[in-house]
């Protein structure tokens, strides 16, 4: 029974350690300079900084001596005064969980760093390619190549309307879009983002909002006069 409450009071313990851990997610473009900002105030004497259990930098202020580890040497900068990391030339290799230990105390703080590429310049194709304006519906695609630039939210523009989020391909059908002359899509994640360059759309009709507009005054007009103004 004893060892039963131990172990329970081991889980609880565990419990607690694990739910005082606080994670920030952090991204990096590919080639550029990470900065880890410690949530600590006063004297330090000690510093770890930690990509997962790989040693990034040390600080030992009774012995003054600062060391960067492995492949983090000549492009790492350890602030002594305030524990402050940073990181240049990141490639997708530093990518990871990154922890600090400030005086042999281990702070809760975590950073999920991620190491992306600049979304590409995105180019809309029209599928199938023989799409014409006797089809029904066609379907737009968003292309470009996102390797190692996810996460990527795609958005589209009909025309001069706003931007809308969306998914990478987007349905036309002939009943829908006819007033709408051209179509743009968006790639964007992070730390970048990019427009393809408008393409017209097949089933547009130039006639069609002033067509609209006439045949809306007209009804007007004869509900106006058939009402006996």
Partial sequence: ?????????????LSAVLSSVLTEEKFVRDGGKLELRPNFSG???????KLSSDMVAEWLKSINDLTYYDVFK??????????ILEITNMSSADSGVYSVEINNMVLPERYNVK?????????????????TSAYKQCTLHCEGNIEGAEPVIYSWKMGDREW???KKN???TKDETTRDKTFS?????????????PIENIF???GVAGSVSVNLLVVILAVVFGAGF
């Fill in 1 to 13: 029974m004893e060892k039963l409450t131990r172990c329970f009071m081991s889980v609880l313990l």
């Fill in 43 to 49: 004297d330090i004497n000690t510093v770890t900084w």
């Fill in 74 to 83: 000549g492009r790492t900068t350890l602030n002594k005064e305030t524990g």
């Fill in 115 to 131: 190491v992306i590429k600049e979304v590409p310049q995105p180019v809309v194709e029209l599928k199938p390619l023989v799409c």
């Fill in 164 to 166: 809308r989020n969306g």
């Fill in 170 to 172: 987007r349905t036309i």
């Fill in 185 to 197: 899509c968006q790639m964007k994640n992070p730390i970048s983002d990019k427009q393809s360059e």
């Fill in 204 to 206: 547009y009709k130039s």
